[in-house]
């Protein structure tokens, strides 16, 4: 079988951010040929609080392209600062990455997915199509998806088959309303907005979550870009401003004028910039990943960490995991196309065993944090008591830790003077 221009693909990579350069370096890697194409021309903004983990670390690492972050102006992230709806506070450090002194960056998404974008370019075995618009799935007379169409910058319609297509377009992904999957029900996504701010006094290497009223579950954050620059926003959960909440411009603007913490800090702030939203799809809803010549990686996944609203870590793992189930299944089927649900099922079972448990955990906390009165009592013991503080230590530790969170013992012990 063979495409509109004449080729087949190993697999078809649709969107190049960080779930897409992952999955295609990681495939073109074992030495298939993989074609990626994206809407956009690189380098591209993406909406995003930047806070770049240790998780993203790692896979930055194993791609050796770790040591370009430093190459952007950038931040070091060695902990955070939690700000309870009743004014109280506690700085904790985060653990560090592997082999680093700090736990993370903060970087401008721009320069990050250039950085990845770059790599794919690069790459002898990826062949990049930027502005192209993947609108279509090609599909065999049974369903099994075989390739994608779409048009390109010149508006000229084209089509490309492969053994695979992997879906890495983001929030609003195509191929997985193509797909007909049914998108992340409202209480399952943030929607969120940030803008960048100069001139705001005191900050540090820690970045800071504001709990307050009318955000609960979600959070307002100042994350430092090391710049005298910080990214500044606000998450709310689409359902609760289904439910008549304020959106979370008018609160980041609301806070910025008059939140005690916070307006004191931004006398002499600027926005640089606008202040731009989009959403944030999180894994607290179970998505289907793989089926008959498809997967979904990253946000069309619905991989967003629930609590923390990090999402490019599980976005450059599910990308690798994903990679990793195709170069085992292109080998082991050689001429196979598309490739079956089954031989890609390695895929879905690597996420439910290595981002699953940890999003779990984190939803449950989302669910607590909801509740004002049990951060004022989380926060404001954790401010006096050094086991207080320990259990939020320990929260952003390991998932041990979050269990400890969520336990009702945790509260006794903490109600006890
Ligand atoms: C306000 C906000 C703050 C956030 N803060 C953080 C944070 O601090 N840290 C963190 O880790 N995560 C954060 N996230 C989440 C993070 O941005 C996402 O999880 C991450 O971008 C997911 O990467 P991805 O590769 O799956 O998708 P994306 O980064 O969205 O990339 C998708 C790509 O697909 C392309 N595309 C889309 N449609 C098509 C199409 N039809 N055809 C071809 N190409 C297409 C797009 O142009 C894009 O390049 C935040 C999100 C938001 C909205």
Not at 181 to 207: C, D, F, K, M, Q
Not at 321 to 337: V, Y
Not at 339 to 348: H, I, K, P, R, T
Not at 392 to 412: R, W
């Amino acid at each position: 079988m063979e495409s509109t221009d004449g080729k087949t693909y190993g697999a078809i990579v649709a969107g190049a951010g960080p779930a897409g350069c992952s999955a295609a370096l990681f495939i073109a890697n074992a030495g298939n040929a993989v074609l990626l194409p994206d809407k956009s021309h690189f380098p591209r903004e993406k909406v995003c609080g930047d806070a770049f983990s240790g998780k993203s670390i790692g896979v930055m690492r194993e791609l050796a392209l770790l040591s370009e972050i430093v190459k952007f102006p950038h931040g070091i992230v060695r902990g955070v600062s939690m700000f309870s709806p009743n004014g109280r506070s506690i700085t904790v450090p985060f653990p560090k990455a592997e082999g680093m002194d700090f736990a993370g960056y903060t970087i401008r998404r721009k320069d990050v997915d250039s950085i990845l974008f770059q790599a794919a370019l690069a790459h002898k075995n990826i062949e990049v199509v930027q502005g192209f618009q993947v609108q279509g799935l090609l599909k065999d007379e049974s369903g099994a998806v075989m390739g994608v169409e779409g048009s390109g910058a010149d508006g000229k319609k084209q089509s490309f088959q492969s053994r695979v297509v992997i879906g890495a377009d983001g929030a609003a992904s195509a191929v997985s309303r193509l797909l007909k999957l049914p998108p992340s029900p409202v209480e399952h996504v943030y929607s969120a907005v940030r803008g960048y701010y100069s001139g705001i006094s005191g900050l540090t290497e820690n970045i800071e979550l504001y709990f307050i009223d009318g955000v609960l579950p979600g959070y307002l954050w100042i994350f430092p870009m090391g710049n005298g620059i910080a990214n500044v926003g606000v998450g709310i959960l689409s359902s609760d401003l289904q439910k008549g909440r304020k959106h979370p411009a008018v609160v980041l603007k609301d806070a910025i004028a008059n939140h005690p913490a916070i307006s004191s800090r931004f006398k002499e702030a600027k926005l640089e910039g606008g202040i731009a939203g989009w959403s944030i799809p999180n894994g607290s809803f179970r998505k289907q990943c793989h089926g008959n010549g498809w997967v979904l990686v990253g946000d069309a996944a619905s991989l967003v960490d629930p609590f923390s609203g990090e999402g490019v870590g599980n976005a450059l793992s599910s990308g690798k995991f994903a990679a990793m189930a195709i170069n085992r299944a292109l080998s082991q089927n050689p001429g196979t196309m598309p490739l079956s649900a089954d031989s890609l099922a390695g895929y879905s079972k690597e996420v439910d065993l290595k981002l699953r448990p940890e999003m779990e955990n984190s939803y449950k906390l989302q669910r607590l944090s909801r509740f004002r009165f049990l951060l004022n009592l989380f926060i404001g013991k954790a401010a006096s008591k050094p086991q207080a503080r320990q259990i939020i230590v320990d929260m952003f530790a390991s998932d041990e830790g979050k269990k400890k969170v969520e336990s009702p013992l945790t509260y006794l012990r903490l109600l006890l003077p």
